[in-house]
């Protein structure tokens, strides 16, 4: 029986949906023979559904090495094939389950509904029964602490701020304080997207993450990138920025459910090595879920 979080994801997963699956049945459907041509075809498609040449690559050496191991010739063992082999490649067993209590670093550029995703993480948590507490450290940019401040109220988090203009890390390392005096499960930590060059941004997240790391006692750190799913392939390249920044534990995907481009959660895990951890499912505040990787390969190729 499909659970909730199965059905949102499914949902929001539409736009995605028709542009990769539905292409890869006609392929599948138009093909008696699953020959170079075939994978020529093949290769094109997952190209355009923002997968990557490089993960693209291996998804089809891998599914070729298959078929041809498996002596698969049926319509549906072929797609079968690809989805196995899709799952296989998202899948890592060296990665890391969450603990609590924990601090969450959340960055990413403006735009990508950064601050809405800490109102939705927030609420997530409490609804857990978690204790949970926000930092707007987000010092820079005009009515963010307002902003998430709003989100706070919202989800019934408790909040830590300082006036515009303050040192964000000097929030941060209230914050963490007010954590461990009042046994807090979550902290998760606001972040400015853009200050006047890259350069000033880097080095203030990096600032950041070593009071955390210095700081946080018992709790577990954790770093996650926020990004815009329908920004596709130039997302990787925000990966890069920030994994050298603060290093990355995983990544939240916004904006999933107006996007055809949810693809591209495949070459972020296999070229960067990062799960997507939560997605943005939707508008409302309880529209966030944590990330299954066998739901959003099984649902692509339903």
């Not at 890390?169 to 009042?182: G, L």
Request: charge should be negative; include cysteine; glycine fraction near 6%.
């Amino acid at each position: 029986m499909a659970t909730p979080f199965f059905e949102k994801l499914k949902n929001s997963l539409v736009k995605t949906k028709k542009n990769f699956s539905g292409k890869i049945d006609q392929l599948i459907n138009y093909s008696g023979v699953y020959d170079e041509d075939f994978f020529e075809e093949l290769e094109e498609i997952l190209i355009l559904s923002d997968i990557g040449y490089e993960s693209t690559t291996a998804i089809i050496d891998r599914t070729r090495e298959k078929i041809s191991r498996e002596n698969i010739t049926d319509k549906d063992q072929v797609k079968n094939a690809i989805k196995e082999v899709i799952k296989e490649m998202l899948h890592s067993d060296d990665e890391e389950d969450f603990h609590k209590p924990a601090v969450i670093l959340v960055v990413g550029v403006n735009g990508v509904g950064k601050t809405t995703t800490i109102g939705k993480m927030a609420q997530y948590f409490k609804s857990q029964g978690d204790q949970v507490m926000i930092a707007a450290a987000d010092t820079f940019r005009a009515a963010a602490v307002e902003q998430v401040e709003i989100w706070a109220e919202r989800s019934g988090a408790q909040i830590i701020k300082n006036a515009t203009g303050a040192d964000p890390s000097s929030v941060v390392f209230d914050a963490i304080q007010s954590a461990k005096s009042r046994k807090a499960d979550i902290l998760i930590c606001d972040t400015a997207g853009r200050l006047h060059n890259k350069e000033n941004l880097m080095k203030e997240l990096s600032k950041m993450n070593r009071i955390i790391t210095k700081e946080k006692e018992n709790f577990h750190f954790y770093r996650y990138l926020v990004l815009d799913a329908t920004s596709g392939s130039n997302a990787l390249s925000q990966v890069e920025i920030f994994q050298e920044a603060t290093g990355l534990e995983g990544i939240i995907l916004t904006k999933l459910d107006g996007s055809a481009k949810g693809g591209i959660i495949i070459p972020i895990k296999t070229q960067k090595g990062l799960s997507v951890k939560y997605v943005g499912t939707g508008e409302g505040i309880d529209d966030i879920q944590p990330f299954e990787a066998d739901d959003f390969v099984d649902i692509l190729f339903e």
